[in-house]
């Protein structure tokens, strides 16, 4: 029990010139469908470069995702590629990244209560569909909100302006709203 109470250590990985992969958990050689599996299972590992020790995680993580695409799971849309590479010259490349961490992470957890509203469908005789929109729309909300506050920082008067025009946006809406209710 006290093994399982442990945080889990990152794992070395060292990557030969050769192109082969030793983990140095195991000490054993390692392919890169192992590693596709360990990032199924959750868990950590880093991948340098055993002459240099350059961090060559994201290099292999690509080449793990290259390979799933060539065997058929066609997860990534052409566009998204096309519009990715793009980004890779463009100043926001970077606000990029931490956008789409945040989707994914976003993503996954609500993946994850989408997984336990289905499993406590055969208990109620509720259907799960509503819980599944709210939380749709919770997502796009999230995103828009991170989105915004990301542009937020390259806007060049700052929240001052910001805050106002939210202010000014408020008081037309709030007629419109009590109209409606009428």
Known sequence: M?????????????????????DTETSAYITLEDLCERVKEGREFVVLDAKTNQNLTNQVLTQIILEQEIKGA????????????????????????HYLDASMKSFIHNQDRVSQIFGKVGENAGSPFGQIEEMTRSNVAQGV??????????????????????????????????????
């Open 2 to 22: 006290e093994a399982a109470h442990k945080k889990q250590e990152t794992v070395v990985i060292k990557k030969y010139a050769n192109r082969r992969l030793y």
């Open 74 to 97: 066609h997860l990534l849309p052409t566009e998204f590629l096309r519009s990715a590479i793009r980004f890779y010259d463009n100043k926001m490349g970077n606000v990029l990244q």
């Open 145 to 182: 909100q991170l989105f915004e506050k990301t542009m937020q920082m390259f806007n060049p008067f700052g929240a001052i302006y910001t805050g106002k025009a939210e202010e000014e946006l408020q008081e037309e809406v709030a007629p419109k709203k009590k109209r409606a209710k009428r």
